[in-house]
């Protein structure tokens, strides 16, 4: 088992930036791949980023490629997503998950955390 907890998200104006974390815990983290996933209201949940259980392998969204970047500290158990340059369109409740192999697809994760609220104003 593997437990996932998100934090960071908020409100900020268009523009702005906003670093989320998601510290994980249980079975050994740094053997997963981490993907990062958004869901709108009223829209399906989307893949936003993802990396592999060594860092060496990032994967992006063409939505948000050039703004967001996904990084992990295995040392520490928490992936990362850095959002620079946020639009109204990126305001959603953000999902960290975890799989064997990072894919675009959710539905090759495991485990999912609860998801932390991200609110961009324009």
């Known amino acids: 088992q593997v437990q996932l907890v998100e934090s960071g998200g908020g409100l900020v104006q268009a523009g702005g930036s906003l670093r989320l974390s998601c510290a994980a815990s249980g079975r050994s983290f740094s053997t997963y791949g981490m993907g990062w996933f958004r869901q709108a209201p009223g829209k399906e949940r989307e893949f936003v980023a993802a990396i592999s259980w060594s860092g060496d392998n990032t994967y992006y969204a063409d939505s948000v490629k050039g703004r967001f970047t996904i990084s992990r500290d295995n040392a520490k158990n928490t992936v990362f997503l850095q959002m620079n340059s946020l639009r109204a369109e990126d305001t959603a409740v953000y999902y960290c998950?975890?799989?064997?192999?990072?894919?675009?697809?959710?539905?090759?994760?495991?485990?999912w955390g609860q998801g932390t609220q991200v609110t961009v104003s324009s």
């Open positions: 998950a975890a799989s064997e192999i990072p894919t675009r697809e959710g539905r090759h994760y495991d485990y």
